[in-house]
């Protein structure tokens, strides 16, 4: 196969014929159209479900109305996270600092909104102008008395991972900041979902099923006073490791707690999330009910899917999502409904990420990392796919192409986490493969 | 679950909630997939490139490929000129492109990076190879909105192709502004319709409005050729749609403002026949005319019955649009075009809302608004927010924007028509016919037929009959 840019051959590899090992967590290849955003963008996506924050973007209009109320990522409560502040900066700004301007901004926003806390996102030029972000933040926040913390994101110093970084390094501020709450045995904070869909609240009634008690999910449906007891938890259960990873890691050296990396896709990941923590605290009880659970879950799930796998059985699918881990549930949600991996990729995945999809997938299977349209097309026409499975700028090459398409990503309507999210996930699979239009496709 | 945060009161910010306006390499990146075989580099962070693409698929359902220069932290501190080349090669290599076309960002204009130079470095340094052609525009994000991005990238085009010597008189110069790929190819069926060839620039009527492919195109079919464009300023005439095209001219002589049109007006001698956006009658006869004055031919039957039917469903619907008030809001020229058109329709524009700045809009809204424009809040710089604070406070029975708006008439339960760029919550926002009697007529119909729905809908008989 012609690789159209050489710098890259070393980050896709085929199952079976390739030698090397994947490249990975490396910048993109300038002029390569890769599907990744920038640093601001990792933390952005991190912080934007804290729905009673106030999220205010320091940058020119840009980076604030390209990230309006973009995300599915829902609140039981508060919005305000859904409306996009910016201080619009103008050349004379950027000519002569836009300290005054964003200290105006804060001051106005909080006296109208009344957050819980304010996040400030650093963008490209902030950084380039020399504004001192950081000592308005504390300025504004020793004014009005709201924790105000800034985060670091100018979007050219790394790749979406190290905004995730940033977005940890600001929560590690708000977390440990409410010490008087005595939380009860069994307690966890879920890392790393964001309510997409409300795919949070699927979670939720499992694990309160457990008679487990979850302090707060870092970051869907997030709110600030819950942050601040996050560092009582006995156990940090993280999904979507790529984000989350810095700050579990920080957790377990600063309070000792401990974490598990899970994923709560398919049927084997969720059940697997719940014996987890099950196991972590030792209680037959607990384990017991969640045996139960997931026996009464699956013997719904699976005569229900059953239908839709009949009809998608030996069909096979591309994935190519932002972290690699969701990747790997995905391959096995994808079995689980008949259904062969041929193509399998991410934006941020790294090497232990990679070498769990190199396990699981078969012989043949393509595995690419940071990949761009062109490639993306290219294999899934050589593989002979008949489904996409992505998001945004992936949707357009699947149909250009006739074929069906699972949208994975954030702003998707449609919960996928959970046994019921399974079977969502198998329903649209079924109705985007097997729809009648793909007939004038031939 | 809460409803989103609304003030009490109407205050003035600093800070802009809800943007109602996009940022300018947007703009640039949308002109710049109207040239044929034309690849958008934006020559900053990878992020920039990804955002725009993002929306753009979302609104067009359209692979959009940009690339990007992709900005680390040594780039910022030591220039972006390997970044570019090197950008330059994988794109070259990648889509054989015919053209590739540099947008500048905040970042790379903020450190100083003199893009056209480094391009005429690597024409240099790649003569004698098989090289596209190679242009740059300047579209930093905190100069203007996205629509300052579009006609500083249609003036760069032009001034980069069109050639001295060319002669074309038997073609006539469009510059459609930010329109949709369906108004676009109405605009060249009518050019054609009346003897004469168009040079459309942009013209994205087919890259960001794809039929089905047999195959996948790394650059899609279309655009303007580039061999057209060459020929603009041999052109007979050239004909701008909108008043709120001029941009500074490249930054570098200072404080001269030009069009594409006005641009080849006073280098070339190409008579520019400017006039609104034609939506609506008055508008669209503008157009018309100014067809007939630069090729001498009569409109054509197709148009006057165009024209005969729009104003028989003026008749017939004039009763369930006449008082009602309207909230605009969008860019500039899109802007004006709709008041212009609802006034005609007897529709009272209570509030005109747009993110730009040019100071000028009032002042051409009240002249294209005879009957309503002197109550009309004209609502400058501004942002969803403050259009959203007003409308609550005055109570509109209907909207009329992008998709953006939404929730301001969710939250006002009154109906919004779906007009411009972005429609991000429908199909079909690239199919939406604005121009000409045939897009009025189109556009009309919706109109009407929202408050009829909007009627029947909160009737408590539900009736069958208007």
């Given at each position: 196969m012609e690789r159209l840019i050489k710098e890259r051959t070393r980050q896709i590899l085929t199952l079976?014929?390739?030698?090397?090992?994947?490249?990975?967590?490396?910048?993109?290849?300038?002029?390569?159209?890769?599907?990744?955003?920038?640093?601001?963008c990792g933390s952005r996506v991190v912080l934007y479900p804290i729905a009673d924050a106030l999220h205010l973007i320091h940058g020119p209009i840009g980076c604030a109305a390209y990230t309006w109320d973009i995300r599915g990522a829902m609140s039981s409560g508060p919005q305000l996270h859904r409306l996009s502040f910016s201080t619009d900066l103008r050349e004379k700004d950027v000519v002569f600092g836009g300290e005054p301007k964003l200290k105006t901004a804060l001051k106005e926003l909080i006296d109208a909104y009344k957050p819980k806390a304010a996040f400030v996102y650093s963008t490209c030029i902030v950084g380039v102008i020399g504004d001192d972000v950081e000592a308005v933040c504390r300025e504004v926040s020793k004014?009005?008395?709201?924790?105000?913390?800034?985060?670091?994101?100018?979007?050219?110093?790394?790749?979406?991972?190290?905004?995730?970084?940033?977005?940890?390094?600001?929560?590690?501020?708000?977390?440990?900041?409410?010490?008087?709450?005595?939380?009860?045995?069994?307690?966890?904070?879920?890392?790393?979902?964001?309510?997409?869909?409300g795919e949070l609240w699927i979670l939720q009634d499992y694990y309160k099923r457990m008679g487990v008690n979850i302090i707060t999910c870092l970051t869907g449906d997030g709110r600030v006073d819950e942050i601040r007891k996050a560092h009582k938890a006995a156990l940090n259960v993280v999904q979507c490791s790529g984000s989350m990873m810095y700050l579990a890691k920080e957790m377990k050296e600063k309070y000792g707690i401990p974490f598990k990396k899970v994923s709560y896709f398919g049927i084997e990941d969720m059940s697997e999330a719940l014996y987890d923590v099950a196991s972590h605290f030792k209680s037959d009880e607990m384990m017991q009910k969640a045996r139960e659970l997931v026996s009464a879950e699956i013997k719904e799930l699976i005569p229900a899917l059953q239908p839709y796998r009949e009809k998608l059985e030996g069909k096979k699918a591309a994935v190519y999502v932002g972290g690699a881990f969701k990747a790997v549930s995905l391959v096995k949600a994808l079995r689980l409904i008949g259904m062969q991996t041929a193509v399998v990729g991410s934006q941020t995945g790294n090497i232990d990420d990679y070498n769990l999809l190199k396990k699981l997938c078969d012989p043949g299977t393509v595995i690419v990392d940071d990949s761009n349209p062109n490639e993306l097309s290219d294999f899934v026409k050589e593989k002979g796919v008949d489904l996409f499975i992505g998001g945004v700028k992936e949707r357009p090459i699947a149909y250009k192409l006739g074929l069906g398409f699972c949208d994975h990503n954030h702003e998707r309507k449609e919960a996928l986490a959970g046994y019921e999210g399974m079977l969502n996930f198998a329903k649209e699979v079924y109705a985007s493969c097997t729809s009648p239009v793909w007939k004038f496709f031939k | 679950m809460d409803k989103l945060p609304r003030l009490k009161d109407i205050r003035p910010f600093v800070s802009t909630r809800n943007a109602c306006k996009l940022c300018a390499p947007l703009g640039a990146s949308v002109a710049l997939k109207g040239i044929e075989g034309c690849v958008p580099v934006i020559h900053g962070s990878q992020g920039c490139a990804t955002y725009i693409r993002r929306y753009m698929i979302s609104h067009y359902k359209e692979p959009v490929d940009i690339a990007s220069s992709n900005f680390s932290e040594e780039t910022t501190i030591f220039g972006g000129a390997q970044n570019l080349r090197e950008a330059l090669g994988n794109v070259i290599g990648q889509y054989k492109p015919k053209a590739v076309g540099v947008a500048t960002t905040c970042l790379s204009e903020t450190i100083g990076e003199d893009v056209f130079h480094q391009l005429a470095?690597?024409?240099?340094?790649?003569?004698?190879?098989?090289?596209?052609?190679?242009?740059?525009?300047?579209?930093?994000?905190?100069?203007?909105?996205?629509?300052?991005?579009?006609?500083?990238?249609?003036?760069e085009i032009v001034k980069h192709f069109v050639k001295d010597d060319e002669k074309a008189a038997d073609r006539l110069n469009i510059f459609p502004g930010f329109v949709s790929p369906a108004d676009i190819r109405q605009l060249k069926e009518i050019i054609s319709d009346y003897g004469i060839k168009p040079i459309l620039i942009p013209d994205f009527s087919d890259a960001l409005d794809n039929p089905l492919w047999d195959k996948y195109y790394r650059v899609p079919e279309g655009g303007t050729p580039l061999d057209e464009i060459c020929k603009a300023g041999g052109a007979v005439a050239s004909i701008e749609l909108g008043l709120f095209t001029k941009v500074a001219n490249g930054g570098k002589e200072s404080g001269l403002m030009h069009s594409a049109a006005s641009w080849l007006e006073?280098?070339?001698?190409?008579?520019?026949?400017?006039?609104?956006?034609?939506?609506?009658?008055?508008?669209?006869?503008?157009?018309?005319?100014?067809?007939?004055?630069?090729?001498?031919?009569?409109?054509?039957?197709?148009?006057?019955?165009?024209?005969?039917?729009?104003?028989?469903?003026?008749?017939?619907?004039?009763?369930?649009?006449f008082g009602k008030k309207a909230v605009v809001y969008g860019e500039e020229d899109l802007v004006l075009g709709l008041c212009s058109f609802l006034d005609e329709i007897g529709v009272e524009v209570v509030i005109a809302g747009t993110g730009a700045y040019s100071g000028r809009l009032e002042e051409e809204l009240k002249k294209a608004c005879p009957n309503h424009g002197e109550n009309m809040k004209v609502l400058g710089d501004s942002d969803f927010e403050r259009i959203s604070d007003e409308s609550h406070k005055i109570k509109p029975d209907i909207i009329i924007g992008n998709s953006k708006g939404y929730y301001i008439a969710r939250e006002l339960k009154i109906p919004i028509v779906r007009v411009g760029f972005p429609i991000h919550d429908r199909v079909g926002g690239q199919r939406i016919n604005h121009l000409g009697y045939a897009g009025t007529q189109e556009l009309f119909d919706k109109v009407v037929n929202a408050l009829l729905e909007y009627k029947q809908e909160n009737s408590p008989v539900g009736f069958k009959y208007m």
């Open positions: 079976g014929e390739s030698a090397h090992e994947l490249d990975c967590e490396k910048k993109s290849t300038a002029g390569s159209v890769s599907q990744r955003a920038c640093v601001f004014d009005t008395g709201i924790q105000v913390l800034p985060v670091m994101s100018e979007g050219f110093k790394g790749t979406k991972k190290d905004g995730y970084q940033a977005a940890c390094a600001a929560l590690s501020k708000l977390v440990g900041t409410d010490d008087k709450y005595e939380a009860p045995e069994y307690s966890i904070n879920i890392l790393g979902d964001f309510n997409l869909a | 470095e690597v024409r240099k340094q790649t003569a004698g190879e098989d090289w596209p052609e190679l242009f740059t525009v300047s579209t930093p994000s905190y100069q203007g909105t996205h629509m300052d991005g579009f006609h500083a990238t249609v003036l006073s280098e070339h001698n190409v008579k520019n026949y400017k006039s609104l956006m034609p939506i609506g009658v008055n508008s669209s006869d503008d157009f018309f005319d100014n067809l007939t004055r630069v090729t001498g031919v009569e409109m054509p039957e197709k148009y006057m019955k165009q024209r005969g039917r729009l104003l028989d469903a003026y008749a017939d619907g004039h009763k369930y649009v």
